[in-house]
């Protein structure tokens, strides 16, 4: 069997869980995404800033009173290497082993 | 006790939450704008008519049936487009609107032979088929206008005239039905 690569992107805890949210909830903003995935604003923002380069989502930023807003949404490219990504996964899962093999564990 | 789920039902949760994303964003306004014409356009082309005295103005609602026959056609084309087929919420909702739809024009049919007011029962059931909808593909702005209109099919009953009821329906169908696919398409055309 051949297995395709997971998508290094979507790899990554913070990343994955960015992803699982928007597709889960819809869009939302910075704070509440901060406060949902327990992340530093930093490192939030680094990790968005590497989603939104690859398309996956854009960050509309604009100003509440003298607060900057950002609200962060899903595009549609995003969704598709989000649902690639658990395809793929679902293949490394579903696949049974061998009788050898477990007859060795 | 703790419920455990296997690795496939985990991946089913996971795959029908990306199907209602994915119908989030393929959500289209158009049906709502066609519809919310032809409930206002019917409403009050029959009113207007019922008052320049027109012989058998009641013809003016076959459109109904015209536009239903349209809608289902055009709309099982698009699903054998887009593969829907394998798209279970999709399906769901499919089926449902083809029940309610079969509902309506059957109760309809028998009320109006039965010399009874049909507008409750259709308002009643576009609403919880318009609400089940808008709940499974989670648009708050739909869930809004079903609940008017939900409201709205109650009125219907407080209304003694079927001038009244015409008007009523057709601002109704500007208001819940129309409106909110404007809103859906602006926002579609701007993802």
């Not at chain 1, 805890?13 to 509440?32: E, I, Q």
């Not at chain 2, 449902?96 to 024009?105: A, D, P, S």
């Amino acid at each position: 069997m051949n297995y395709k690569e997971l998508n290094p992107l979507l790899h990554s805890p913070v990343r994955l869980a960015v992803m699982s949210y928007l597709v889960a909830n819809g869009d939302t903003d910075f704070k509440t995404l901060q406060k949902e995935l327990k992340v530093t604003p930093g490192n939030l923002s680094v990790q968005l800033r590497k989603l939104e380069e690859a398309g996956y989502i854009k960050l509309e930023k604009s100003f509440r009173g003298n607060y900057q807003h950002t609200n962060v949404r899903l595009l549609p490219q995003g969704l598709d290497a989000f649902e690639e990504y658990v395809n793929t996964l679902q293949q490394y899962i579903s696949v049974k082993p061998k009788k050898s093999d477990s007859d060795e564990n | 006790m703790e419920n455990q789920l296997s690795y496939q039902q985990s991946f089913q949760i996971i795959k029908q939450t990306i199907s209602q994303a994915r119908m989030r964003f393929e959500q289209s306004g158009l049906l709502f704008v066609f519809w919310g014409l032809v409930i206002a356009g019917i409403s009050f082309g029959y009113y207007f008519l019922r008052k320049s005295g027109v012989e058998k103005a009641y013809l003016i609602n076959l459109l109904y049936l015209v536009a239903a026959i349209f809608t289902f056609v055009y709309y099982f084309l698009q699903a054998r487009k887009k593969n829907e087929g394998k798209n279970f919420l999709a399906r769901l909702i499919g089926w449902m609107w083809l029940i309610i739809n079969i509902n309506i024009f059957v109760s309809a049919f028998a009320m109006v032979n039965l010399g009874m007011h049909s507008t409750f029962v259709i308002l009643l059931l576009i609403s919880i088929g318009y609400l089940l909808s808008a709940i499974i593909v989670r648009s708050w702005i739909l869930v809004i206008a079903s609940v008017l209109l939900n409201i709205g099919s109650y009125i219907t009953l407080f209304l003694s005239t079927v001038d009244d009821l015409l008007i009523f329906v057709g601002v109704v169908g500007l208001v819940c039905i129309f409106l909110p696919g404007v809103f859906l398409e602006i926002k579609r055309r701007k993802q």
